[in-house]
Nanobody, 124 residues
């Protein structure tokens, strides 16, 4: 069992930045691939970014490439999502997810555990 808790969301103006965190507990964190997804009102949950168990491999959705950075600190059992140059269309609830296989993907079915989400609201 893995318990995930996101934090760091908030209200920010367009062009601003936030650092989202996801703290994991309950299982050896270093063996998990981690991902970030987001869900805007009335829309499907969509992939944002993923990082492999070692941190050596990352992958991003096209809309966030060059603006968002995923990273992890296995000593702190935490994965981060640095979100820069925010746009109103980035407004969503951001979820972190864990894959016990150690390798994430853009597909929700690859992930075994999910957090409760943190709200990011970007005003124009």
């Amino acid at each position: 069992q893995v318990h995930l808790v996101e934090s760091g969301g908030g209200l920010v103006q367009a062009g601003g930045s936030l650092r989202l965190s996801c703290a994991a507990s309950g299982r050896t964190f270093s063996g998990l691939a981690m991902g970030w997804f987001r869900q805007a009102p009335g829309k499907e949950r969509e992939f944002v970014a993923t990082i492999s168990w070692s941190g050596g491999s990352t992958f991003y959705a096209d809309p966030v490439k060059g603006r968002f950075t995923i990273s992890r600190d296995n000593a702190k059992n935490t994965v981060y999502l640095q979100v820069n140059s925010l746009k109103p269309e980035d407004t969503a609830v951001y979820y972190c997810a864990a894959a016990v296989s150690g390798y994430g993907s853009r597909y929700r079915d690859s992930y075994d555990y999910w957090g409760q989400g943190t709200q990011v609201t970007v005003t124009s």
